[in-house]
C-alpha cells in the first residue's frame, strides 16, 4: 500500500499536473495549429516493429479501402483487445505489450499507440487532451487523438478509449475538436455515438470528459517518440518518469502544448 501511494505521488499527483501545465503550455489560435500533426514529428522507420508485427494482426483479411473505415477497424480492435488499467510510462512499444496483455494502460497510453498505428498506417493524426480551467483535482484530464480524413476532407475527433465519434443533429459528418467548442458553450445539441457493437458507452464518463462547462482542450505538440523511447529505456525504472520527462524538457526535446481557444493561464485562477 505505501509503495502505491509512493508511485501515485511520483505519477499521479495534482503538484506534478499544475508544474507540467506552468512549464509547457502555450496560448496559440486556429490558424497556428492548422499544420500540426504527430507524423511531422514521427516517421515509419520510427515506429517500433512490433507496431507493425501487431498491425499485421488486426488487419490480417484485409485493409478498407478508405481512411475513415480503416481507422474504425483500427479503434475497435484495440478496444476490444486493451483492457485497461494502471497508467504507464514506458516506452512505447513495451507499453503496448502491457496494454494487450491485460496489465495496464489509461487514456493517454491509448492515444499514444493509435499515434503509432496512424503513422503506418499512413493516417494523418494528433493528440489533443482536455482538463478544467480552473485546474480540478477531482479530475484532473483526459487524453484523445484526431485524424484527418482524406475521405472526407476534414479533421474528426476520435475517441478510442471508447471508440466514439461526435455530431450535431443537423450534420451527418463527425465533428473536429474545434467544432466541438465551437458549438458547445451554447449546449448546441452535441451528441456521441459509439461504432463499436460490442461495448456499452459508459455517458457519465463522456459527459465528465468532454462536455463539462469547464473543459478547455489543448494540442500536444512537438511530440517525439523516438526520443522519448530513448530516454525511457535508459532511465526506466531506475529514476521516477517524471525526472525523466523535465530531463528531455531541460535539452529542449520537449513536447508542449498549444492552447487555440482559451488562455491556459486560466488553469491557474
Not at 502505491?4 to 506552468?22: E, M
Not at 494528433?126 to 484527418?148: D, I, L, Q, V
Request: aromatic letters at 16%; proline letters at 5%.
Amino acid at each position: 500500500m505505501i509503495l502505491k501511494k509512493i508511485s501515485w505521488i511520483f505519477k499521479r499527483h495534482p503538484f506534478l499536473y499544475i508544474a507540467r501545465f506552468k512549464l509547457l503550455s502555450k496560448n496559440s489560435n486556429i490558424e497556428g495549429i492548422e499544420e500540426q500533426s504527430y507524423n511531422a514529428k514521427n516517421h515509419i522507420k520510427d515506429i517500433p516493429k512490433y507496431f507493425n508485427e501487431v498491425n499485421d494482426i488486426i488487419f490480417k483479411e484485409g485493409k478498407p479501402e478508405n481512411d475513415f473505415d480503416l481507422v474504425k477497424q483500427l479503434s475497435v480492435w484495440l478496444q476490444n483487445n486493451i483492457k485497461g488499467g494502471p497508467g504507464l510510462s514506458e516506452p512505447s512499444d513495451e507499453a503496448l505489450k502491457i496494454m494487450l496483455s491485460g496489465k495496464g494502460g489509461v487514456c493517454s497510453d491509448m492515444a499514444q499507440v493509435f499515434n503509432n498505428f496512424c503513422v503506418i498506417n499512413n493516417i494523418k493524426v494528433r493528440e489533443w487532451g482536455n482538463t478544467r480551467a480552473p485546474f480540478s483535482n477531482e479530475y484532473g484530464g483526459h487524453s484523445f487523438n484526431e485524424f484527418f480524413s482524406k475521405t472526407l476532407n476534414k479533421w474528426i475527433l476520435i475517441d478510442v478509449s471508447y471508440s466514439l465519434f461526435f455530431y450535431t443533429r443537423n450534420k451527418n459528418e463527425p465533428l473536429s475538436v474545434l467544432e466541438i467548442y465551437e458549438f458547445f458553450p451554447e449546449q448546441n445539441e452535441i451528441y456521441f455515438e459509439s461504432f463499436n457493437a460490442s461495448k456499452k458507452i459508459d455517458e457519465k464518463n463522456i459527459n465528465k470528459n468532454y462536455l463539462h462547462p469547464n473543459t478547455i482542450p489543448f494540442l500536444i505538440c512537438n511530440y517525439s517518440n523516438k526520443t522519448y523511447d530513448a530516454f525511457l529505456k535508459r532511465t526506466r525504472p531506475h529514476i521516477p518518469v517524471f525526472i525523466t520527462h523535465f530531463i528531455i524538457f531541460l535539452v529542449g526535446k520537449s513536447y508542449y502544448y498549444r492552447f487555440p481557444l482559451n488562455d491556459y493561464k486560466k488553469i491557474f485562477n
